[in-house]
């Protein structure tokens, strides 16, 4: 068993390129952290140049990076942008009709300052089982804002349990949109048991 898993590490040797894209990912996030922190920079803008920094670091050239940068976010913004906008203009008629005043007396009301958390990451369990992550962020957002100023709350303190709620149905549930999407590109199929789990054990 040893001399089968030696084959391929030695296949694989780490080489000074990878040390190198290891550095390079380290610098890229500097690069966003100070931008965003030390020099107020948005955070969008800030992402691209640690994306053009991590390219360039890592040895390609600028064209294919412009290229490769170009090609990723128009792809990701012709699956995902229509359900972003679709998701930002129902956040904002429920924050212009009352919705998430009436969202957030509701919880605040029936919630303690210890079940708050908890009652926030139900919330965005709820909101974002038929939804992405990013639409649902976009949804939760002025929940959690209105909600922490409502009852005096630290802003994180909901946040956090509520980003997990979103991340966990994201990432974890097949029924969300996420995971669905990573089965049709795997060609998996969530139906079916594997062949060595389903079939009945030899006798030894």
Do not use: Q
Request: aromatic share 4%.
């Amino acid at each position: 068993m040893m001399a089968s898993l030696a084959v391929p590490l030695a296949a694989a040797p780490w080489t000074g390129h990878d040390t190198r894209l290891i550095v390079m990912v380290a610098v890229a996030i500097a690069v966003i952290v100070s931008l965003i922190t030390l020099f107020d920079f948005h955070p969008f803008i800030a992402l691209i140049a640690g994306s053009i920094v991590l390219g360039v670091g890592s040895g390609t050239e600028l064209a294919k990076v412009v290229e490769s940068f170009s090609t990723g976010m128009g792809t990701t913004l012709g699956s995902t942008g229509a359900l972003i906008a679709l998701g930002a203009i129902l956040g904002k008629l429920l924050a212009d009709s009352g919705g998430v005043d009436r969202i957030v007396d509701t919880i605040g009301s029936r919630s303690g300052p210890r079940v708050l958390p908890w009652s926030m990451a139900l919330i965005a369990a709820i909101i974002g089982l038929p939804m992405f992550f990013e639409v649902g962020l976009v949804l939760l957002i002025p929940i959690i804002v209105v909600m922490a100023k409502r009852t005096r709350t630290p802003l994180v303190l909901l946040a956090v349990p509520a980003l997990a709620g979103l991340g966990t149905l994201h990432a974890f549930v097949p029924p969300h949109p996420g995971p669905l999407v990573a089965v049709s590109a795997l060609k998996a199929d969530i139906g079916t048991r594997s062949g060595s789990a389903s079939s009945p054990r030899s006798p030894r």
